[in-house]
């Protein structure tokens, strides 16, 4: 952790300004340390992907991993210019990627609703470029959505959870709501970095804001989430 930092990481790079990445993708256990399931693709028949950034991905992974109905987490880059690039690069600020959780769950045991329930509850989605100390582009609050279904979910889930932040006075959320860009696995060490170093860094930057697990049903919510389904449609 570190309170001071390059100003240069606190802002997304332009794509000129990239580092190059490479075209080799990083190599990953084949199997889930915790779960048993495989990190990669293809993933078992009726299981759905939900992605994630919200700050340190050693301890986000391990929050979906413990959920019942995931069959499979990973941890990698995503949001950003550069190609398959290495944790070091990511820290420079010079990639523009999030510290991703990729998370392949059983639809019939968790919803993708329980699944942003606890996205909004673990984190603090108001601090921009960081969480805590830590500080940076890759730390930012981010919804990588995979078809319209979860983005108008996402969207919903965005507008009742600002309701409550604002009621027990917190800021504006900033968190990215995006159609889900291209997921880089991280090393083979970062993957399910907190089972195999029990005692590894993990901060806890809630906020104490909870969201009820039918937020969907919100009046207010549901005007908001037809509203991005519109710009969706139009966006085609």
């Known amino acids: 952790m570190n309170w001071f930092v390059d100003s240069r990481k606190l802002r997304m790079p332009k794509p000129e300004e990239a580092l190059p990445g490479r075209h080799t993708s990083m190599p990953v256990p084949e199997r889930h340390a915790v779960l048993g399931a495989s990190l990669r693709p293809p993933y078992p028949a009726g299981t759905e992907i939900a992605e994630f950034g919200l700050g340190c991905f050693w301890g986000a992974e391990k929050l979906f991993w413990q959920t019942p109905g995931v069959v499979s987490t990973a941890v990698g880059y995503a949001g950003g210019f550069s190609p398959n690039p290495t944790y070091e690069e990511v820290c420079t600020g010079r990639t523009g990627h999030i510290e991703t959780v990729r998370v392949v769950f059983d639809p019939k045991v968790v919803s993708y609703g329980e699944l942003l329930k606890l996205f909004w509850e673990e ?57 889900a860009p291209d997921f880089y696995f991280a090393e083979g060490y970062h ?31 549901a005007r908001r989430a037809a509203d991005a389904a519109k710009a969706i449609e139009q966006a085609r």
């Open 123 to 179: 984190h603090d989605p108001t601090q921009g470029m960081r969480q805590g100390g830590d500080q940076g582009t890759q730390y930012r609050s981010a919804i990588l959505t995979h078809g319209e279904a979860q983005q108008r979910e996402a969207e919903a889930s965005r507008a009742v959870f600002q309701e409550r932040l604002t009621a027990a006075g917190k800021g504006t959320i900033a968190t990215e709501i995006v159609p």
């Open 191 to 221: 993957q399910q970095y907190l089972e195999k170093n029990p005692n590894g860094y993990c901060p806890n930057h809630a906020t104490g804001v909870t969201l009820p697990v039918d937020f969907f049903k919100s009046e207010g919510a």
